[in-house]
């Protein structure tokens, strides 16, 4: 099965023929993900805040309109939930103000590494924070996702 795409090029439109199989390619690519993310027991004043790592380690400006920023949710021990694409690597950061001090005498951008999470969605997924040791959360991960710690942006 064939379809025709008409592309604009230079003004004038530009047939392009698509195989089944690319079109399926294309649509696995750019296939959006539910994710959900909590915490147990809740947290007060406390959010989720994603950052793109597609391109490696992302800086952690978290201004609507940053690079690498992709939004943040609340923290709650119902959960938030937030649609990605899926495949792409995202770095999952639970920031409380009450952390704000220790954040920046830690390093800044290495110490929101040290407690991030590196997650990459294969299709809807949660992740739950259940405690915290050394101030680094202890995650819960369910669904088809690959986590590995965010410091791993630093190997490619």
Known sequence: MRFIIALVVLGMWTPWLVSAEETTEAESITEKVSFKVSIQGGAFNAKFKFFDASAGCPS????PGA?????????????????????????????????????????????????SLQVVLNSDAALRVTGFEDSVPLWEASGDIDVEPANACLDE
Do not use: Q
């Open 60 to 63: 952690y400006v978290d201004l």
């Open 67 to 115: 690079k690498h920023y992709l939004g943040a949710v609340f923290a709650s021990d119902a959960g938030s939930t937030k649609s990605f694409t899926a495949g792409n690597p995202i770095h999952v950061f639970m920031f409380r103000p009450k952390d704000t001090f220790g954040l920046s005498a830690g390093g800044g951008d290495a110490e929101i590494r040290r407690r």
